[in-house]
């Protein structure tokens, strides 16, 4: 059964740094595309940064120049390393993977989610 699992959360003050983790685990047959969404209270979850698994990364707008995504396909992991934190970050931030799991590698990969890590910028 495969799992994403993130770590790294937690509560910061503005202008702070963390760097949340996501470890795919399980029998995998091809890893593709991840990401990093995230979900604040009231709103819509939003793509913060994805990377494709030859390297090439996709940023929105409100995070560019201060969140850097990137991934050890070797490891099966993604990272989000993000510095100048702000309030506006304040967030549940969930990883997905697009994967083909070892037992069904014959079918179109599929979305798997994360169960999120909250992230808190205090100001």
């Known amino acids: 059964q495969v799992q994403l699992v993130e770590s790294g959360g937690g509560l910061v003050q503005a202008g702070g740094s963390l760097r949340l983790s996501c470890a795919a685990s399980g029998s995998i047959f091809a890893l593709n595309t991840m990401g990093w969404y995230r979900q604040a209270p009231g709103k819509q979850r939003e793509l913060v940064a994805d990377?494709?698994?030859?390297?090439?990364?996709t940023d929105a707008d409100a995070v560019k120049g201060r969140f850097t995504i990137s991934r050890d396909n070797a490891k099966n992991t993604l990272y989000l390393q993000m510095n100048n934190l702000k309030p506006d970050d304040t967030a549940v931030y969930y990883c997905?993977?697009?994967?083909?799991?070892?037992?069904?590698?014959?079918?179109?990969?599929?979305?798997?989610w994360g169960q999120g890590t909250q992230v808190t910028v205090s100001s």
């Open positions: 997905k993977a697009l994967l083909k799991p070892l037992a069904g590698w014959y079918k179109p990969a599929a979305d798997y």
């Open positions: 990377i494709t698994s030859g390297g090439d990364t």
